[in-house]
DNA sequence: TTGTAGGCGTTATCAA
DNA sequence: TTGATAACGCCTACAA
């Protein structure tokens, strides 16, 4: 591993004009003959810059932290990739990097303290939430990441005092699958969720409930069912929720894996989608697309809320945004199980 | 951002004694009141390591860096996200940390030479192929990668002479599907690839051809389309595929998702599967399993292969591996897309 | 135009 | 049981 001084005894200069001129290759600082002595001492030693010695000395690693508070393994949940995508895209036009953390530990508080604990000289974090993240751990997370005194922007966790930097997804805070259902004429809607405990799924439960009593809409706890966010097990929920409350026209599901695995049931039991059966998913994935028939879904623009979570947070780091709220706001993709009842 | 030396000096001990203390709970090195000081110190100053500072000091980071040579966003490819998953959850396991590089470089060789700019340090590297590489291109990364001196893996590259650790996809190098789709009698078979250039495509092509002529059938070029990898495009082509060659039985697709697309042309076509037309996906994705008809296709274990390249890597670092291949062999999975002929 | 010296935070060696 | 000191590789202020 050949060091600036190693260069700098090849080239016979000093190493700190090399160093000057690694990172300035037009300084009028170093002269012409040196700069070539020097080009030609880093090819011959393979010199690369060693990034932990430079973020010592400069207190910046040009590294953000990506908080995910979950014992899934990563990158195997659409809607996180979706989110990270956007989120490195922007990152890494700017020059950043991301590092990803290991952690053994089972709760998520426990997750993101041992995250954070090996995460100092990062230059700042993204915390993302999960459906493993209750009220609890979230405060207790958005409190740990306040002690490094480093900026960090939560990114499609519900709404909290605490957090400076928030980037929310609007959908995932009012039930809008179920608003359109009622435009349509139904009045029996069941609702399918993620994981119990989970906050984003509680927020769905309450708003969900709230929009059928507006509506004057008798509210069945039965019909609501928490799972696992996985196809299989949506299936299963489906073909309960359907055997046992025949009289329902509608299920609104919170993923689009989930209104696949649904349509599966409805299909199975020989049910006609969506004349017999109306089935909403959310997020506008390509199963939604690819789907037959294909999927009527919200578009999260969940990629866009990745980049302006990356965006908002390179505002911090240079100082320019201290505290702001982004909502983004879900859009309605009309295909075809969705009917109107009249 | 407090260091170990205020750790001390409130701790009234010396800097040695916090360091040895904090990487060795139960030293002996320290005496028990001591040890209760230091503690409390650093909950009051919320001290945590510097990881920058300690890699320098110790040589080592336990950080991988993630060399992905593509210009796509990155975790927006369900194939990658898979080996990515693997290869996460297994250095996970052992305390390692993952960290992704940004490039703003034009062709794939460029972008791993940037990126190994920023990696100095990482502890070994895991190099990923993509539609992108080709055969000069691979090459070149490989030998970057070796001027690091670090050890690393390939994963998911055609067989290199130059490589030490790889892990191979099997399925990518012979075409199963083909293979596959002759033992069921069919004889009109076209081959729905990705991007054109890409070696795995180019190998799938070539074993494709020598399969079809083994089996004593002609073999027209016109019967092999590349695409992009998207639904889309499979789409289109499949039309195509399918009007220009009426003849046609079966289509081989390179991924679910192109056969997803292919799915939705023959049924727009009128044509029933599989009665109609037979067709092939690969991947053993969400998108086989949940479509209608499910998709037959092969499973590639992408996790099992990320996992194997962590563990090689590891063992690479360690110093127990030295050169190694590790095959991972597809599996085929039978489902409701592909039809016997007689 | 160039070199010297000190510091970034942690760890290891050696002496007390 | 503890402390002083040098080293890891880079950067920058200051001196030449």
């Not at 016979?12 to 002595?37: C, E, F, H, M």
């Not at 989120?87 to 041992?114: C, H, K, M």
């Not at 989930?258 to 039991?269: E, H, P, R, V, Y």
Request: glycine content about 6%; overall charge negative; some cysteine.
């Amino acid at each position: 591993m050949s060091s600036i001084r190693e260069i700098a005894k090849l080239a016979g200069v000093s190493p700190a004009s090399v160093s000057i001129y690694l990172n300035d290759k037009k300084t009028s600082r170093v002269g012409a003959a040196t700069k070539q002595r020097i080009d030609q001492a880093v090819k011959d030693l393979h010199y690369h810059k060693n990034i932990f010695a430079s973020t010592l000395s400069l207190q910046e690693s040009r590294i953000i932290g990506i908080i995910i508070p979950s014992k899934m393994p990563l990158f195997s949940n659409e809607y996180t990739n979706s989110l990270l995508s956007g989120v490195q895209s922007q990152l890494s036009n700017e020059g950043y990097s991301l590092l990803f953390f290991p952690s053994d530990a089972r709760t998520s508080d426990e997750i993101v303290e041992q995250q954070i604990q090996r995460s100092t000289g990062c230059d700042g974090y993204i915390l993302f939430s999960t459906g493993f993240c209750t009220q609890d751990h979230i405060e207790k997370n958005i409190m740990e990441l306040q002690k490094t005194d480093k900026p960090f922007v939560t990114l499609n966790i519900p709404e909290m005092e605490q957090a400076r930097l928030q980037v929310l997804i609007r959908d995932l805070e009012i039930c809008s699958g179920t608003k359109y259902l009622l435009e349509k004429g139904h009045r029996n809607i069941a609702l399918m969720l993620g994981r119990d405990g989970g906050m984003h799924a509680r927020k769905l439960y309450h708003d969900h409930r709230s929009l059928l009593e507006h509506a004057n809409v008798a509210f069945d706890p039965d019909t609501v069912v928490f799972g696992d966010y996985q196809a299989q097990r949506a299936y299963e929920q489906a073909k309960n929720l359907l055997t046992s409350f025949p009289h329902l026209t509608a299920l609104n599901c919170m993923s689009d894996i989930m209104a696949a695995g649904a349509i599966l049931a409805a299909k199975d039991m020989g049910l006609r989608i969506p004349e017999d059966i109306s089935i909403m998913g959310r997020n506008n994935s390509l199963h939604a697309r690819l789907s037959t028939p294909a999927i009527t879904t919200i578009d999260l623009h969940i990629e866009d809320a990745g980049k302006s979570a990356a965006h908002l947070l390179l505002a911090a780091i240079d100082g320019s945004a201290v505290s702001q709220k982004i909502l983004i706001p879900g859009t309605l993709i009309e295909r075809d199980t969705v009917s109107t009842i009249a």
